[in-house]
């Protein structure tokens, strides 16, 4: 089982990135993306149930990011929009087993058991 993230790279301000996470393994398990800026400690972005049917996302993207999956195709996703300097960071995707529970979702590291090699976004102004 792994956990592979691409799709980052260079963009402008106000622009779009979509990256991929390849997660073979991965159907039954709460998937979500987290980031580490610059100087930064790594920080919740999105996750999803394994089920695709609930997503939860932090503050600072809610609304311009868009996380899914696909468990056909062991892929996860997330799309970024109206992208911010502040957005620059290298994005991590990982799994977790944490389980459903009602109106609760995964935010925390150590709530996820296997995590991807990160890949960089960067947003010039």
């Known amino acids: 089982v792994q956990l592979q993230a691409f799709g980052g790279g260079l963009v402008q301000a106000g622009g779009s990135l979509r990256l991929s996470c390849a997660a073979s393994?991965?159907?039954?398990?709460?998937m979500g993306w987290f980031r580490r800026a610059p100087g930064k400690e790594r920080e919740f972005v999105a996750t999803?149930?394994?089920?695709?049917?609930?997503?939860y996302y932090a503050d600072s993207v809610k609304g311009r990011f868009t996380i899914s999956r696909d468990n056909a195709k062991n892929m996860v996703y997330l799309q970024m929009n109206s992208l911010k300097p502040e957005d620059t960071a290298v994005y991590y995707c990982?799994?977790?087993?944490?389980?459903?529970?009602?109106?609760?979702?995964?935010?925390?590291?150590?709530?996820?058991?296997?995590w991807g090699q990160g890949t960089q976004v960067t947003v010039s102004s």
């Open positions: 990982a799994a977790g087993r944490l389980g459903y529970i009602a109106n609760y979702f995964a935010t925390r590291e150590y709530e996820y058991d296997h």
């Open positions: 393994g991965f159907s039954s398990y709460e």
């Open positions: 999803i149930r394994w089920s695709a049917s609930e997503t």
